[in-house]
């Protein structure tokens, strides 16, 4: 671990931690030194990586919470402040993949789902953790979202949608907020070793692709004081290029 990814003392918060991208950087933060908030729907999934964190020295509180309930959702914010008092690190990572179809085929019920958790989970969590977020000297913020809010592949528009307004939101907050010690980015993954791609993209060899855990390291040092970079997107491919 470099000095400048030292995370001892911190608090992070990480979404849809039970597995994928959420799972690797939780693991990774704490070994980074943070203390991890683990937040997922299985509470079994999230006990089995406490078990990983401890073992590997590091630290977590676990959260199981559906993040389309809404009404447990405005109560995360007083239970961390009374834990903790505040709030370093923000991994907004849960995500659904909605319905690859057609647009004109996609239901009300898929839009709403799809733009529940994508969009307005991670609007609500940016509103409720804002005060927590405040009371650290360099809150980091990190939305992961997805290439095809640029490229806009056919039969992936609730997705794509939903990601897009996600998008849109994090980085007007990022504005916001910028004359403040928080700092808030997007990362962009591209395809990486996870259900949800293999669940896209049944026929795709998974062994090609990045392991969650490569990602993860992009994380951490977004997650890191000395990142100090706002309102960027960054794509992981071409960060991994440039080392």
Not at 4 to 21: F, K
Not at 58 to 63: E, Q, V
Not at 210 to 216: I, L, T, Y
Request: glycine letters at 6%; hydrophobic letters at 45%; charged letters at 20%.
């Amino acid at each position: 671990m470099t000095e400048q990814h030292d995370l001892s003392g911190r608090y992070a918060l990480v979404t849809g931690a039970s597995r994928g991208i959420g799972r690797a950087a939780a693991l990774a933060l704490a070994r980074a030194g943070a203390h991890v908030i683990i937040l997922a729907r299985t509470q079994g999934a999230l006990e089995e990586l406490d078990d990983e964190i401890k073992a590997a020295g590091g630290k977590a509180s676990l959260i199981a919470v559906d993040l389309a309930d809404y009404a447990a959702l405005n109560q995360l914010a007083p239970a961390l402040e009374d834990r903790f008092g505040k709030l370093d690190i923000f991994i907004g990572n849960a995500g659904v993949l909605g319905e690859l179809c057609p647009v004109t085929d996609i239901d009300k019920k898929t839009w709403d789902s799809t733009l529940g958790i994508n969009f307005l989970a991670n609007w609500q969590l940016t509103a409720v953790l804002d005060p927590l977020l405040r009371q650290s000297d360099a809150a980091r913020v990190v939305f992961v979202t997805t290439g095809t809010t640029e490229s806009f592949k056919p039969f992936w528009g609730a997705y794509t949608v939903s990601k897009a307004a996600m998008e849109a939101m994090a980085l007007t907050y990022a504005h916001e907020v910028e004359k403040t010690s928080i700092r808030v980015n997007l990362i962009n993954p591209g395809a990486t070793r996870t259900q949800m791609r293999a669940r896209a993209m049944p026929g795709e060899d998974p062994s090609t692709l990045p392991a969650p855990e490569e990602v993860a390291e992009l994380i951490v040092q977004m997650a890191s004081p000395a990142f100090t970079d706002n309102a960027t997107r960054i794509n992981y491919r071409e960060w991994r290029q440039s080392r």
